[in-house]
């Protein structure tokens, strides 16, 4: 389509993930949801990226088909890839064309998730410790077996499956019963790997966690268990999917200084899901910004944040209530977020934005590659730069959407 | 520790519950009228039957009539069955026996076909494989027990010879031991190949029309609670680990989906022992149903009371059973709390 010029400003081979036009709709019975629209974009190895965007643009589904967990049906995925590339090896996995056996092994193996409700994302029923031994026991039963001093060459029968955690009760005591101190010993490996995962993440007591079920914890830990789990195998990229919005804020900085903490000690590739600004200013490299599951700016965080160039970034940024705002003057932007039901092609933003001209509601804007790595979908923007305006003078769009959002909230 | 705890006040409170049902039951049926007629022959004149009530204590009134049954009960005798010809203490347990396993094998067939088909359709929510384990779950629900038993005799009985009706081919369960009363049991442990095959060809038909009606309760069950854990985010969070379906579905959703279908599971047994009279009248089973059933109708009143007193303590058994499965399935469920 139009918008896949502009991935390539970038063009060394140093990336982690690309997602080339990604599209993903839903079938619903009022009509195809197109959730997220023809969307690309890079992560490079070790770097963090935040995609940032209102609820409902979509993010959190790119973010889900990154791991191809968007369930199909109702979810389909209509258009583009999502590659990752092996850094040492060069080897790249298209994770939405790869057969299901390697998207499964580089699950939770190269791209890891924490989720937004560590409450909801922990199985009730199962103890910490066996939770975290499933990661270990699908993709390192080999270094579960080694520790265990078993060669896994020569593993008795069961005892893979007993690393694997996968074996059922009865076969798993059988084993338990015929091979006693193998058993032991590889129970004790597993244990081991555990309580390192959850160590290393700064919980206290790891061993008593491990065997404590997650309605024991209080949510600060239980995102611990969730960020030791996502980090057990070591992952190339992790996807937090907005990780602190169901914690205290108390808890959240610790929760984002631990994850920042633990990508500069193993130099982890991470993608943020957002909304909070804040977040992005501290901890992202670039934002990319999602607009009703298109993707409308991006580039350096800082840059970005210092000057939006897209006027739905501009009034999301005019949108931080800030210190010495007149009471009862939060600043919002006018109007709604269009419904994504077979939508016309034009730019979604045009309803909503002070700037928008008769091009703008016939032609869906491309992004346009900008200075400094950077890219923005905007129409008007490319009839400022083919007029030769230079981007000082353009209109100062913060403070018109400002003055327009007052008027809106105080009307 | 704790469900150690848990069981032994739980057990403990069992024989006062027994006494408030015992009190109850031993009051309702005495006052359908005095029970004298089973003992009774047609010939009888009222001064014989005067004294038979008076070798019964049938005319001292009913607080002392109960103290007398009462004691009879704690000294093991629950009075004699006219129906049986026999004291009932003497019958109850081969009775009990025969219907435990009849309700066993149907709990069985209950239990495992639910849960399978609940999980299958709730996986493969609106699928062919849910429409058609709804459709068996409505036909199991709406059908009625006698009908379908009887549906299943007339090809499988009359027609094709395939299964035999009544709990056992007597001239083979007459030469074996019987250890537990449970013939299944018995066969395996006297390791007779032909009394086996016997006592399975005789249980099959009786254990899936009692089974068949349970069994739907169980799958919508697991159906609905399969459909709500299946959009569990921990489902998702298992996907991303990198956890094969069959596990995700089995060791996350699953899991977490028989919390609630345990409830049903036990309610189901009532159901099983209330669906027993009719089976067992059709399938000329002789066990608790057929039993109790032939002694309301002639108006006896000991087997009555037996009857009643043994499934109160089987139902209160089996609800112990789901209160411990229950903890141990959700583990924030606090026992006793």
Redesign the interface.
Known sequence: MSNVSASDVNNSEDWLLRVDDLSVHFHTPRGVVQAVDHVSFEVRPGETLALVGETGCGKSVTA?SI?K?VPEPPGDYASGKVMLRNPATGAVIDMLAAPMDQV??????RI??I???PG???????TIGRQLA??FG??RAQMLLTNAGIDPAKAPLGSKSVASQ?AGVIRRSFFNLTHRGQSRALQAAVDASVIDALSDTGIPNPRKVMSS?P?ELSGGMKQRV?IA?ALACDPDLLIADEPTTALDVTIQARILDLINDMQQRRGTAILYITHDLSLVRQFADRLAVMYAGRLVESGPALEVLRSPQHPYTQGLLAAIPRAGTPRGQLAAIAGSVPQLIDPPPQCHFSSRCSFSAQACTNHVPGLIPLPVAREVACLRFTDAVSLGVNQEQMPSHVDLIEVESAEAVSS | MQVRQYLIRRLALLPLIMLGVSIIVFTLTRFTGSPVGIYATPDMTPDELAALEERYRLDEPIPVQYAYWLWGLLRGDLGWSGVSVAPVTDVIGLKLAATLELALFAALVAIVGGIALGTIAGVRRNKAPDHAARFFSILGASTPTFWFGLLLLIPFYLWLDWFPIGRSTPEIFDTIAHPTGLYTVDSVVSLNPTAMWDSIRHIILPAVVLGFGAMAIIVRMMRSSMVETMS???V?????????EK?VIK??AR??AL?PTATVIGLSFGFLLQGAVAVELIFRWPGLGQWVTSAILSGDQATIMAYVLITSLIFMLINLTVDIAYAY????VVLGS
């Open positions: 889900r791991m967990l499964r092994a580089t699950r939770g193996d890891a998730m989720f937004q409700d909801k994302a922990l199985n009730p029923s199962l499933e990661v699908e993709h996968r079920y309605h969730m789990q | 569990e985010e921990y998702d969070a298992a996907r991303a680990k990198g956890l094969p596990l060791r996350h899991r977490n919390v399935l959700d583990r924030r």
